[in-house]
Protein backbone atom coordinates (compact mmCIF):
# COMPACT_ATOMS: atom_id res chain seq x y z
CA UNK A 1 0.00 0.00 0.00
CA UNK A 2 1.16 3.89 -0.68
CA UNK A 3 2.01 6.17 1.36
CA UNK A 4 -0.08 9.80 1.95
CA UNK A 5 3.09 11.12 2.84
CA UNK A 6 6.82 11.72 1.73
CA UNK A 7 9.73 12.38 3.78
CA UNK A 8 13.25 13.23 2.13
CA UNK A 9 15.61 14.06 4.94
CA UNK A 10 18.85 14.68 2.05
CA UNK A 11 16.40 17.71 0.51
CA UNK A 12 14.20 18.19 4.49
CA UNK A 13 11.50 18.14 3.08
CA UNK A 14 8.02 16.72 4.71
CA UNK A 15 4.92 16.60 2.21
CA UNK A 16 1.60 15.29 2.91
CA UNK A 17 -0.73 14.46 0.36
CA UNK A 18 -4.01 16.80 0.07
CA UNK A 19 -6.50 13.48 -1.22
CA UNK A 20 -6.29 12.59 2.53
CA UNK A 21 -8.33 15.79 3.22
CA UNK A 22 -11.04 15.08 0.77
CA UNK A 23 -11.64 11.57 0.16
CA UNK A 24 -14.37 9.54 1.26
CA UNK A 25 -13.17 6.33 1.34
CA UNK A 26 -10.00 7.85 3.72
CA UNK A 27 -12.23 9.10 5.73
CA UNK A 28 -13.88 5.36 6.17
CA UNK A 29 -11.09 3.77 6.94
CA UNK A 30 -10.12 6.60 9.41
CA UNK A 31 -13.15 5.66 11.20
CA UNK A 32 -12.18 2.07 11.67
CA UNK A 33 -8.31 2.28 11.86
CA UNK A 34 -8.10 5.33 14.14
CA UNK A 35 -11.77 7.05 15.34
CA UNK A 36 -12.37 2.75 16.57
CA UNK A 37 -9.25 1.81 17.98
CA UNK A 38 -7.48 4.79 19.53
CA UNK A 39 -7.98 6.37 23.23
CA UNK A 40 -10.72 9.24 22.63
CA UNK A 41 -11.46 11.71 25.11
CA UNK A 42 -15.27 11.69 26.60
CA UNK A 43 -14.89 14.07 29.36
CA UNK A 44 -13.15 14.86 32.75
CA UNK A 45 -14.62 13.45 35.89
CA UNK A 46 -15.45 17.01 37.18
CA UNK A 47 -18.25 16.88 34.75
CA UNK A 48 -19.93 14.14 36.87
CA UNK A 49 -19.31 15.30 40.50
CA UNK A 50 -22.83 13.79 41.87
CA UNK A 51 -24.21 10.12 42.10
CA UNK A 52 -26.61 10.16 39.53
CA UNK A 53 -25.08 12.52 37.02
CA UNK A 54 -25.03 11.89 33.38
CA UNK A 55 -24.08 13.86 30.15
CA UNK A 56 -25.07 12.75 26.71
CA UNK A 57 -22.05 12.64 24.71
CA UNK A 58 -21.04 11.70 20.71
CA UNK A 59 -17.68 10.70 21.13
CA UNK A 60 -15.67 8.50 18.03
CA UNK A 61 -19.16 8.47 16.25
CA UNK A 62 -21.38 7.19 18.93
CA UNK A 63 -24.17 8.11 20.97
CA UNK A 64 -22.93 7.13 24.63
CA UNK A 65 -24.07 8.24 28.29
CA UNK A 66 -21.69 9.93 30.41
CA UNK A 67 -22.37 8.97 34.10
CA UNK A 68 -21.56 8.30 37.34
CA UNK A 69 -23.96 5.82 38.97
CA UNK A 70 -25.73 5.55 42.47
CA UNK A 71 -22.82 3.23 43.32
CA UNK A 72 -20.31 6.23 42.55
CA UNK A 73 -18.86 4.62 40.04
CA UNK A 74 -18.31 6.68 36.55
CA UNK A 75 -19.64 4.28 32.93
CA UNK A 76 -19.97 4.96 29.23
CA UNK A 77 -23.28 3.17 28.78
CA UNK A 78 -24.04 3.21 24.82
CA UNK A 79 -27.11 5.45 24.35
CA UNK A 80 -29.37 2.76 22.58
CA UNK A 81 -32.15 0.52 24.09
CA UNK A 82 -31.32 -3.23 23.12
CA UNK A 83 -35.19 -3.61 22.45
CA UNK A 84 -35.35 -1.65 19.03
CA UNK A 85 -32.60 0.29 19.45
CA UNK A 86 -34.08 4.13 20.16
CA UNK A 87 -31.69 6.37 22.32
CA UNK A 88 -32.59 5.71 25.71
CA UNK A 89 -31.72 9.46 26.54
CA UNK A 90 -32.73 12.08 24.62
CA UNK A 91 -31.52 15.06 27.58
CA UNK A 92 -28.14 16.23 27.23
CA UNK A 93 -27.72 16.25 30.65
CA UNK A 94 -29.07 16.00 34.17
CA UNK A 95 -29.29 13.96 37.57
CA UNK A 96 -31.33 10.36 37.41
CA UNK A 97 -31.57 7.48 39.04
CA UNK A 98 -33.22 5.66 35.81
CA UNK A 99 -33.12 5.99 32.39
CA UNK A 100 -36.28 4.81 30.27
CA UNK A 101 -36.86 4.60 26.63
CA UNK A 102 -39.62 7.04 24.81
CA UNK A 103 -40.22 4.22 22.34
CA UNK A 104 -41.65 1.16 24.71
CA UNK A 105 -40.59 2.45 28.39
CA UNK A 106 -37.88 0.11 29.00
CA UNK A 107 -36.50 1.27 32.09
CA UNK A 108 -33.05 1.30 33.43
CA UNK A 109 -30.98 1.70 36.52
CA UNK A 110 -28.44 4.74 36.10
CA UNK A 111 -25.83 1.52 35.93
CA UNK A 112 -27.80 -0.09 32.81
CA UNK A 113 -29.34 -2.82 34.28
CA UNK A 114 -32.71 -3.58 33.21
CA UNK A 115 -35.28 -2.94 35.89
CA UNK A 116 -38.85 -2.23 34.26
CA UNK A 117 -40.69 -3.38 30.92
CA UNK A 118 -44.57 -3.02 30.39
CA UNK A 119 -46.20 -6.14 29.40
CA UNK A 120 -43.68 -8.25 31.31
CA UNK A 121 -45.82 -11.43 31.31
CA UNK A 122 -45.15 -11.31 27.89
CA UNK A 123 -41.98 -12.35 28.37
CA UNK A 124 -39.96 -15.71 29.79
CA UNK A 125 -38.68 -15.93 33.42
CA UNK A 126 -35.29 -16.26 32.31
CA UNK A 127 -35.48 -12.81 30.31
CA UNK A 128 -32.37 -10.95 30.84
CA UNK A 129 -31.33 -13.37 33.74
CA UNK A 130 -27.50 -13.13 31.61
CA UNK A 131 -27.72 -9.53 31.35
CA UNK A 132 -28.04 -9.31 27.66
CA UNK A 133 -30.60 -6.83 27.63
CA UNK A 134 -29.18 -4.62 29.94
CA UNK A 135 -27.44 -1.17 28.50
CA UNK A 136 -24.29 -2.23 27.14
CA UNK A 137 -20.93 -0.55 28.83
CA UNK A 138 -18.19 0.95 26.76
CA UNK A 139 -15.32 -1.78 27.93
CA UNK A 140 -12.55 0.59 28.25
CA UNK A 141 -12.84 3.58 29.94
CA UNK A 142 -10.03 4.82 31.92
CA UNK A 143 -8.89 8.31 33.07
CA UNK A 144 -5.59 9.99 33.61
CA UNK A 145 -5.38 13.29 35.88
CA UNK A 146 -9.46 13.35 35.88
CA UNK A 147 -8.97 13.43 32.16
CA UNK A 148 -11.34 10.42 30.83
CA UNK A 149 -10.87 8.21 27.67
CA UNK A 150 -12.69 5.68 25.95
CA UNK A 151 -11.40 2.67 23.60
CA UNK A 152 -13.88 0.36 21.44
CA UNK A 153 -10.83 -1.75 20.76
CA UNK A 154 -10.77 -4.61 23.69
CA UNK A 155 -7.62 -5.26 22.60
CA UNK A 156 -6.11 -1.62 22.88
CA UNK A 157 -2.79 -1.16 25.06
CA UNK A 158 -3.53 0.64 28.57
CA UNK A 159 -4.23 4.70 28.17
CA UNK A 160 -1.48 5.15 30.41
CA UNK A 161 1.25 3.52 28.01
CA UNK A 162 -0.80 4.94 25.28
CA UNK A 163 -0.39 8.69 26.56
CA UNK A 164 3.12 8.07 26.83
CA UNK A 165 5.59 11.17 26.96
CA UNK A 166 2.15 13.44 26.65
CA UNK A 167 1.44 13.06 30.46
CA UNK A 168 4.19 14.93 31.52
CA UNK A 169 2.34 18.01 29.91
CA UNK A 170 -1.15 16.68 30.85
CA UNK A 171 0.73 16.92 34.43
CA UNK A 172 2.05 20.50 34.12
CA UNK A 173 -2.18 21.57 33.82
CA UNK A 174 -3.24 19.33 36.39
CA UNK A 175 -0.72 20.59 39.14
CA UNK A 176 -1.88 24.08 38.48
CA UNK A 177 -4.32 23.15 41.54
CA UNK A 178 -4.28 20.67 44.74
CA UNK A 179 -7.36 19.87 45.05
CA UNK A 180 -8.15 19.44 41.10
CA UNK A 181 -9.59 21.05 38.27
CA UNK A 182 -13.23 21.37 36.60
CA UNK A 183 -15.09 21.86 33.65
CA UNK A 184 -17.12 25.45 33.96
CA UNK A 185 -20.20 25.49 32.89
CA UNK A 186 -21.71 24.03 29.14
CA UNK A 187 -19.25 23.29 26.30
CA UNK A 188 -18.83 25.16 23.22
CA UNK A 189 -19.53 23.55 20.18
CA UNK A 190 -19.72 24.57 16.29
CA UNK A 191 -18.97 22.92 12.95
CA UNK A 192 -15.82 23.88 10.65
CA UNK A 193 -16.37 23.29 7.09
CA UNK A 194 -13.16 21.67 6.66
CA UNK A 195 -11.40 18.37 6.85
CA UNK A 196 -10.96 17.42 11.00
CA UNK A 197 -6.88 16.91 10.69
CA UNK A 198 -6.68 20.40 10.10
CA UNK A 199 -7.75 21.20 13.86
CA UNK A 200 -4.56 19.00 14.94
CA UNK A 201 -2.26 20.90 12.27
CA UNK A 202 -3.32 24.05 13.32
CA UNK A 203 -3.37 23.51 17.12
CA UNK A 204 0.29 22.69 17.77
CA UNK A 205 1.62 25.62 14.84
CA UNK A 206 2.31 28.33 16.34
CA UNK A 207 3.72 29.21 12.91
CA UNK A 208 0.44 30.86 12.28
CA UNK A 209 0.38 32.56 15.53
CA UNK A 210 1.59 36.26 14.85
CA UNK A 211 -0.19 36.58 10.90
CA UNK A 212 -3.47 34.85 11.95
CA UNK A 213 -4.22 36.73 14.93
CA UNK A 214 -2.31 40.09 14.83
CA UNK A 215 -4.92 41.59 15.75
CA UNK A 216 -5.09 40.03 19.21
CA UNK A 217 -1.68 40.82 19.52
CA UNK A 218 -2.04 44.13 18.59
CA UNK A 219 -4.67 44.59 21.67
CA UNK A 220 -2.57 42.87 23.65
CA UNK A 221 0.37 45.05 23.34
CA UNK A 222 -1.63 48.48 23.35
CA UNK A 223 -2.82 47.20 27.22
CA UNK A 224 0.99 45.78 27.69
CA UNK A 225 3.81 47.76 26.46
CA UNK A 226 6.29 44.95 27.25
CA UNK A 227 4.19 42.30 24.99
CA UNK A 228 5.88 44.29 22.20
CA UNK A 229 8.93 43.16 22.34
CA UNK A 230 7.48 39.30 22.89
CA UNK A 231 9.15 36.90 20.78
CA UNK A 232 7.08 33.53 20.91
CA UNK A 233 10.05 31.75 21.90
CA UNK A 234 10.08 27.88 22.99
CA UNK A 235 10.50 24.00 21.29
CA UNK A 236 8.36 21.90 19.17
CA UNK A 237 8.01 18.47 20.94
CA UNK A 238 7.66 14.74 19.19
CA UNK A 239 6.13 13.18 22.05
CA UNK A 240 5.45 9.58 20.12
CA UNK A 241 2.57 8.05 19.32
CA UNK A 242 1.30 10.85 16.88
CA UNK A 243 0.93 13.34 20.24
CA UNK A 244 3.05 16.22 20.29
CA UNK A 245 3.39 20.00 22.28
CA UNK A 246 4.33 23.29 21.58
CA UNK A 247 5.85 24.85 24.83
CA UNK A 248 6.78 28.62 24.84
CA UNK A 249 7.53 31.48 27.07
CA UNK A 250 3.91 33.20 27.93
CA UNK A 251 3.84 36.80 26.35
CA UNK A 252 0.71 37.40 28.08
CA UNK A 253 -1.36 37.39 31.38
CA UNK A 254 -2.01 33.67 33.00
CA UNK A 255 -4.32 33.61 35.84
CA UNK A 256 -2.65 30.36 37.39
CA UNK A 257 0.33 32.55 38.47
CA UNK A 258 1.29 35.25 35.91
CA UNK A 259 0.48 38.82 35.84
CA UNK A 260 0.40 41.35 33.50
CA UNK A 261 0.14 45.33 33.35
CA UNK A 262 -3.51 45.08 31.64
CA UNK A 263 -5.00 43.47 34.90
CA UNK A 264 -5.38 46.15 37.58
CA UNK A 265 -2.54 46.44 40.06
CA UNK A 266 -4.12 45.03 42.68
CA UNK A 267 -4.15 41.61 41.70
CA UNK A 268 -0.22 41.25 41.94
CA UNK A 269 -0.47 40.44 45.04
CA UNK A 270 -2.97 37.65 45.00
CA UNK A 271 -1.15 36.52 41.69
CA UNK A 272 2.39 36.70 43.22
CA UNK A 273 0.80 34.52 46.40
CA UNK A 274 -0.06 31.71 43.98
CA UNK A 275 3.03 31.60 42.59
CA UNK A 276 5.03 31.35 46.09
CA UNK A 277 2.45 27.96 46.28
CA UNK A 278 3.43 26.33 43.56
CA UNK A 279 7.13 26.93 44.59
CA UNK A 280 6.95 25.37 47.68
CA UNK A 281 5.02 22.63 46.13
CA UNK A 282 7.40 22.05 43.19
CA UNK A 283 10.12 24.43 43.47
CA UNK A 284 11.57 27.52 41.31
CA UNK A 285 12.12 25.31 38.59
CA UNK A 286 8.62 23.58 38.14
CA UNK A 287 6.86 26.19 39.35
CA UNK A 288 8.36 28.69 36.59
CA UNK A 289 7.34 26.12 34.01
CA UNK A 290 3.32 25.51 35.00
CA UNK A 291 2.90 29.76 35.55
CA UNK A 292 5.45 31.24 32.74
CA UNK A 293 4.85 29.25 30.09
CA UNK A 294 2.17 28.17 27.43
CA UNK A 295 1.78 25.28 26.11
CA UNK A 296 -0.84 23.15 23.79
CA UNK A 297 -1.33 19.62 23.97
CA UNK A 298 -1.78 17.18 20.58
CA UNK A 299 -3.17 14.10 22.05
CA UNK A 300 -3.33 11.93 18.86
CA UNK A 301 -6.19 11.67 17.14
CA UNK A 302 -8.39 14.76 18.28
CA UNK A 303 -7.78 15.92 21.72
CA UNK A 304 -6.38 19.65 22.58
CA UNK A 305 -5.25 20.99 26.02
CA UNK A 306 -4.58 24.34 24.85
CA UNK A 307 -3.02 25.25 28.74
CA UNK A 308 -2.56 29.62 27.27
CA UNK A 309 -4.20 31.94 28.60
CA UNK A 310 -6.68 30.60 29.90
CA UNK A 311 -7.03 25.90 29.66
CA UNK A 312 -9.29 24.29 27.48
CA UNK A 313 -9.75 21.10 26.32
CA UNK A 314 -11.21 20.55 22.33
CA UNK A 315 -12.21 17.25 20.49
CA UNK A 316 -13.46 17.02 16.93
CA UNK A 317 -15.01 14.58 14.89
CA UNK A 318 -15.47 14.20 11.39
CA UNK A 319 -19.27 14.24 9.68
CA UNK A 320 -17.72 14.20 6.23
CA UNK A 321 -14.11 14.79 5.06
CA UNK A 322 -14.30 18.77 4.61
CA UNK A 323 -16.94 18.95 7.52
CA UNK A 324 -16.10 18.53 11.61
CA UNK A 325 -18.23 19.34 14.48
CA UNK A 326 -16.10 20.49 17.32
CA UNK A 327 -16.55 20.58 21.32
CA UNK A 328 -14.75 22.66 23.78
CA UNK A 329 -14.55 22.58 27.22
CA UNK A 330 -12.82 25.64 29.56
CA UNK A 331 -11.47 24.28 33.08
CA UNK A 332 -10.20 26.17 36.08
CA UNK A 333 -8.45 24.77 40.10
CA UNK A 334 -11.47 24.31 41.80
CA UNK A 335 -10.28 26.65 44.72
CA UNK A 336 -9.85 29.33 42.44
CA UNK A 337 -11.01 32.96 43.88
CA UNK A 338 -13.85 34.59 41.93
CA UNK A 339 -12.16 37.32 40.84
CA UNK A 340 -9.55 35.32 39.04
CA UNK A 341 -12.23 32.95 37.95
CA UNK A 342 -13.80 35.99 35.90
CA UNK A 343 -10.37 36.96 35.03
CA UNK A 344 -9.60 33.50 33.65
CA UNK A 345 -13.21 33.54 31.40
CA UNK A 346 -12.82 36.91 30.19
CA UNK A 347 -9.12 35.50 28.90
CA UNK A 348 -10.88 32.76 27.54
CA UNK A 349 -13.47 34.72 25.65
CA UNK A 350 -11.50 37.16 24.63
CA UNK A 351 -8.82 34.28 22.71
CA UNK A 352 -10.76 30.96 22.11
CA UNK A 353 -14.49 32.22 22.45
CA UNK A 354 -16.72 31.88 19.59
CA UNK A 355 -16.62 35.73 19.23
CA UNK A 356 -13.09 35.84 20.23
CA UNK A 357 -10.03 36.48 18.24
CA UNK A 358 -8.37 33.00 17.45
CA UNK A 359 -11.62 31.00 17.11
CA UNK A 360 -12.83 32.35 14.18
CA UNK A 361 -9.52 33.45 12.69
CA UNK A 362 -8.69 30.01 12.87
CA UNK A 363 -11.87 28.47 11.33
CA UNK A 364 -11.66 31.27 8.47
CA UNK A 365 -7.73 29.73 7.54
CA UNK A 366 -8.83 26.31 7.46
CA UNK A 367 -11.94 26.52 5.68
CA UNK A 368 -9.69 28.33 2.86
CA UNK A 369 -7.65 25.59 2.92
CA UNK A 370 -10.28 23.29 2.61
CA UNK A 371 -11.42 25.14 -0.25
CA UNK A 372 -8.20 25.29 -1.39
CA UNK A 373 -8.15 21.61 -1.97
CA UNK A 374 -10.75 21.66 -4.93
CA UNK A 375 -7.25 22.21 -6.97
CA UNK A 376 -6.00 18.52 -5.79
CA UNK A 377 -5.36 17.19 -9.52
CA UNK A 378 -3.26 20.15 -10.17
CA UNK A 379 -1.33 21.00 -6.63
CA UNK A 380 -1.42 17.76 -4.69
CA UNK A 381 1.25 18.36 -1.81
CA UNK A 382 1.46 19.99 1.67
CA UNK A 383 4.34 21.14 2.85
CA UNK A 384 5.40 20.73 6.46
CA UNK A 385 8.87 21.05 6.29
CA UNK A 386 9.66 24.20 8.47
CA UNK A 387 12.39 23.26 10.89
CA UNK A 388 13.48 19.90 9.40
CA UNK A 389 16.89 21.93 9.32
CA UNK A 390 17.30 22.11 12.60
CA UNK A 391 18.73 19.70 15.30
CA UNK A 392 16.08 21.15 17.87
CA UNK A 393 13.00 22.34 16.68
CA UNK A 394 11.44 25.49 17.46
CA UNK A 395 7.89 26.22 18.36
CA UNK A 396 7.41 28.33 15.50
CA UNK A 397 8.67 25.20 13.35
CA UNK A 398 6.72 22.35 12.72
CA UNK A 399 8.23 18.99 13.71
CA UNK A 400 5.69 19.07 16.10
CA UNK A 401 3.05 18.46 13.27
CA UNK A 402 4.92 16.02 11.58
CA UNK A 403 4.74 13.94 14.47
CA UNK A 404 1.03 13.48 14.26
CA UNK A 405 1.31 13.13 10.55
CA UNK A 406 3.89 10.03 11.14
CA UNK A 407 1.42 8.14 13.67
CA UNK A 408 -1.77 9.20 11.29
CA UNK A 409 0.33 7.29 8.52
CA UNK A 410 1.19 4.39 10.63
CA UNK A 411 -1.96 3.70 11.28
CA UNK A 412 -3.76 4.43 8.30
CA UNK A 413 -1.38 2.56 5.89
CA UNK A 414 0.10 -0.26 8.66
CA UNK A 415 3.98 1.32 7.45
CA UNK A 416 6.30 3.76 8.20
CA UNK A 417 6.51 6.99 6.19
CA UNK A 418 10.47 5.79 4.91
CA UNK A 419 9.34 2.46 3.22
CA UNK A 420 7.50 3.80 0.51
CA UNK A 421 6.04 7.09 -0.97
CA UNK A 422 2.89 7.81 -2.64
CA UNK A 423 4.60 8.36 -6.32
Keep these: MKSYIREDHQKSEFSVHRSVFTSHEILEKERQEIFSKCWIYIGHESELPKNGDFKRKKVGGRN??????SDGVIRTLYNSCPHRGAL???ENEGNTKVFRCFYHAWTFKNDG?????????GFSEEFNCDGSKNLTEVSRLESYRGFMFVNFDTNAISLDEYLGNAKEYIDLVADQSEVGLEVLHDPQEYSVRA????????????YHG???????????????????KAVLEGKGIDLGNGHAVIEYIAPWGRPVAKWTPAWPEEDRAEIEELKNKLVKRFGEERAERITGYNRNILVFPNLVINDIMAITARTYYPIEPGYMEVTGYSLAPKDESEKFRLRRNDNFL????????ATPDDNEA???????????????????SKGMIRDEAQATDEEQMRS?????NEVMTKQSVKEEVLT
Design 64 to 69: LLFTRG
Design 350 to 357: EFLGPGGF
Design 210 to 228: MPTHKTYFDIKASQDPGLK
Design 88 to 90: VCR
Design 404 to 408: FWRKW
Design 366 to 384: LELCQEGYLNNLEVEWNDI
Design 113 to 121: ELVGMPGKD
Design 195 to 206: NWKLISENSVDL
